[in-house]
């Protein structure tokens, strides 16, 4: 008699992970210090809370890995919110280990507040985990992420309006070189949880999750459901499926943008406001973004509306001044160019 469903979807999610991982490896050239090779398997580390998703995914990891060569590892991160956040750590250091993965770290971060308290303690997380990764060695870290994050992160990009890629959501692959696998993005946050019950995996619910000061929680919690109930059961499917449709969208715009800009600028290199109008909105905007971001504006700092502004300065041009972008970047139209540089 074969493992229970949810046991067998889980296992299939990370099998076609891990067999994605190999192929890679064995195309790799032999300079790259994570290649393939009989004395140095692939190490893969599973980023871990002890909450269903990602106990669900160590769990998978380390039943499939062995069968494929592979080592795995674990690693999570402590954030220091919660009085006794370091014990909580240890005890899912503890949990990895007896799953028999090897090796397993324990990262306490200090979130800062920049961004607001979700932002700042993601970007703490993803910081300890590239350090984690590195010091490893390890080829990829998978995250626990499913197919009801997926919909919750298109419906915050839909409310913040700013297009897109913000619609586009979580990539199945993600990160410098391709660091950061999301194998359960395509299955629903109870199979995992069903998964963890017929294992008899402990699991911890982190009490941020169902916490209504923030936003995600409010939005698994109370949108969602309102959502479904007005819409029926198929809204968490459907935007996941929006999701992988604005990806691909977004990222033949990307590519689209990155030809069209060699096309727009004049010997000296200016931006050429003529050719810019002449582009479709989508691209022209897409070319504008990069070329702020160029001038030194930080990514993260640059909304749809700072873009609308230089946009105008294309599109509505009535002798209005400079605009001021984040990271101190001006632009301005001076003789049918668009200048864009650190004032």
């Known amino acids: 008699m074969g493992p229970h ?27 790259d210090p994570h290649a393939l090779s009989e004395e140095s398997p692939p190490l893969v580390l599973v980023a871990c809370s002890g909450g269903a998703d990602s106990m669900a995914l160590a769990s998978a990891l380390a039943f499939e890995s062995p069968k494929l060569g592979i080592r795995a590892g674990g690693v999570t991160v402590d954030h220091g919110l919660q009085p006794g956040s370091d014990l909580r750590a240890a005890e899912v250091v503890q949990r990895l280990r007896e799953l028999g993965l090897d090796p397993v770290d324990s990262v306490a971060v200090t979130v800062g507040r920049a ?13 300890a985990l590239d350090t984690a990764a590195e010091r490893h060695g390890a080829a990829a870290v998978l995250l626990g992420h499913t197919r009801d994050d997926q919909a919750e992160t298109v419906l915050l990009g839909l409310a913040r309006g700013s297009g897109i890629r913000s619609l586009s959501g979580m990539a199945a692959v993600s990160g410098a070189g391709g660091r950061y696998r999301r194998p359960f993005l ?4 109870q199979t995992a949880r069903k998964a963890c019950m017929v294992q008899s995996l402990p699991v911890w619910d982190d009490p941020h999750n169902a916490d209504p000061a923030y936003t995600r929680s409010r939005l ?18 459907a935007l996941a499926r929006t999701a992988r449709l604005s990806r691909d969208d977004a990222d033949a715009l990307d590519t689209w943008a ?11 290199g200016l931006l050429e406001c003529a050719r810019l109008y002449a582009l479709p909105p989508a691209v022209r905007r897409r070319v504008l973004r990069r070329a702020v971001i160029a001038a030194g504006a930080p990514a993260g700092s640059l909304f749809a509306r700072h873009i609308e502004e230089v946009d105008r300065l294309i599109t509505g041009w009535r002798g209005q001044g400079a605009i001021n972008l984040p990271g101190k970047v001006v632009a301005r139209r001076q003789g049918g160019r668009l200048v864009i540089r650190q004032g």
């Open 5 to 31: 469903p949810a046991v067998a979807a889980i296992r299939l999610a990370v099998r076609r992970v891990l067999h994605d991982l190999l192929t890679e490896h064995h195309r790799a050239p032999a300079a």
């Open 258 to 268: 990155a030809e069209a800009e060699a096309t727009v600028r004049d010997a000296a």
């Open 186 to 189: 395509e299955l629903d946050r």
């Open 115 to 127: 961004g607001g308290p979700e932002a700042a303690a993601r970007d703490a997380r993803y910081a």
């Open 220 to 237: 698994r919690h109370e949108g969602l459901p309102a959502l479904e109930k007005a819409l029926g059961k198929g809204v968490v499917e």
